[in-house]
């Protein structure tokens, strides 16, 4: 699918959580963006006023085709990046460039149980993949949260169980997300893992389902949004130098 970029306006903007902003754009032109992206990204060229700009990705939450419109949630923690600085501080009316759509990583539903794992930036990508489990699908939805307020309702199927960890420092070396998923029981059957967030958490949960517990590649998608210490292209030098390919 040929990627469109279109010129668009923010008409909603609220606050879901302490630390989680919902974005609405739209614009007439949004007509010609494809539908079924939900849980792909989109591309915002941001542009700051004593910079040059930068483009930052964001999860499609939702597409409306009849409103031309698209729903992002963004993680509002913080002001020190451009795009974090971009969420806070922007105002229905506010223009800005967007470009898409860039492919969806789905959940693989064929399996005897889901894993689904990752910190806040990978919380619209979770609620969507929640959402296409089969209504009798059994597992663990592991999130990462910044404040308790951040327990915001998920779609998740009554069979899967939510774990909630708060930390308040997440822009700090740790290792809770992943300690707390490899601590589990490992269930019984065929696994469906889908894990998304920091860069050094998403590698070492890799790692485990790869090698540890021998998931099947078409029955695991692992991968990172953004690292702890650097910026968006200092995440993708990262991955890039990394021995073993994302």
């Not at 040929?2 to 614009?27: H, Y």
Request: glycine share 8%; charged share 25%; aromatic share 6%.
């Amino acid at each position: 699918m040929a990627r469109i970029t279109c010129d668009v306006r923010v008409v909603e903007k609220s606050m879901i959580s302490p630390n989680l902003t919902r974005i609405v754009v739209g614009d007439e032109s949004l007509s010609e963006f494809p539908g079924g992206y939900e849980g792909g990204y989109v591309k915002l060229i941001l542009t700051p006023t004593d910079g040059e700009s930068v483009v930052r990705s964001y999860t499609v939450r939702a597409h409306n085709e009849q409103t031309r419109t698209i729903t992002l949630e963004v993680v509002s923690h913080g002001d020190a990046g451009p795009a974090a600085a971009w969420a806070n501080r922007v105002v229905p009316g506010d223009s800005l460039t967007i470009a898409g759509p860039g492919a969806c990583q789905p959940i693989n539903t064929s399996a005897d149980w889901y894993l689904l794992a990752g910190d806040m930036s990978a919380m619209p990508a979770i609620k969507v993949n929640l959402e296409r489990l089969p209504t009798d699908a059994t597992g663990d939805v592991i999130l990462e949260i910044i404040d308790e307020q951040d327990q915001v309702e998920m779609p998740a199927p009554a069979g899967m169980r939510l774990h909630w960890i708060v930390n308040p420092e997440p822009e700090q070396e740790n290792s809770v997300l992943e300690d707390t998923v490899m601590s589990l029981p490992w269930r019984q059957g065929s696994p469906s893992i889908w894990v998304a967030g920091e860069f050094s958490a998403s590698r070492t949960l890799r790692q485990y389902f790869r090698h540890e517990r021998e998931v099947p590649r078409d029955n695991m998608y692992v991968s990172c949004y953004w690292k702890i210490g650097t910026n968006d292209e200092g995440m993708k030098a990262a991955k890039r130098a990394d021995p073993e390919p994302w």
